[in-house]
């Protein structure tokens, strides 16, 4: 009698925290169903490539700004391919006012 009651206490309370994460999954602020997840974006310090998809059209450089400001660099967008399965490809450079 004590360990059903043991389980199903455990159960609950996993049942209590999976819906929670749930709900607070969808509170992050931004519209998931039009912003790319941040892995579609593949690169590292120096640059990077984004899949091309008409519904972000204009939203290029602010993505690639988003990705190279991780590393406190500015960026550049140096390809625009508008075909599917192409990429949108951008550079992160130094700040030129920056001594390093």
């Given at each position: 009698?004590?360990r059903?009651?043991?389980?199903?206490?455990v159960?609950?309370?996993?049942?209590?925290?999976?819906?929670?994460?749930?709900?607070?999954?969808?509170?992050?602020?931004?519209?998931?169903?039009?912003?790319?997840?941040?892995?579609w974006?593949?690169?590292?310090?120096?640059?990077?490539?984004?899949?091309?998809?008409?519904?972000?059209?204009?939203?290029?450089?602010?993505?690639?700004?988003?990705?190279?400001?991780?590393?406190?660099?500015?960026?550049?967008?140096?390809?625009?391919?508008?075909?599917?399965?192409?990429?949108?490809?951008?550079?992160?450079?130094?700040?030129?006012?920056?001594?390093?």
């Amino acid at each position: 009698m004590r360990r059903n009651t043991l389980i199903a206490v455990v159960m609950s309370v996993l049942l209590v925290l999976c819906a929670g994460g749930v709900a607070l999954a969808g509170l992050d602020g931004r519209e998931w169903w039009r912003t790319p997840p941040e892995w579609w974006i593949r690169g590292n310090d120096t640059g990077g490539t984004i899949p091309y998809s008409p519904d972000l059209e204009g939203t290029y450089h602010e993505l690639a700004a988003v990705y190279c400001a991780r590393w406190g660099r500015l960026s550049h967008v140096t390809g625009v391919h508008r075909q599917y399965g192409d990429y949108i490809s951008f550079v992160c450079i130094d700040k030129p006012w920056m001594i390093h």
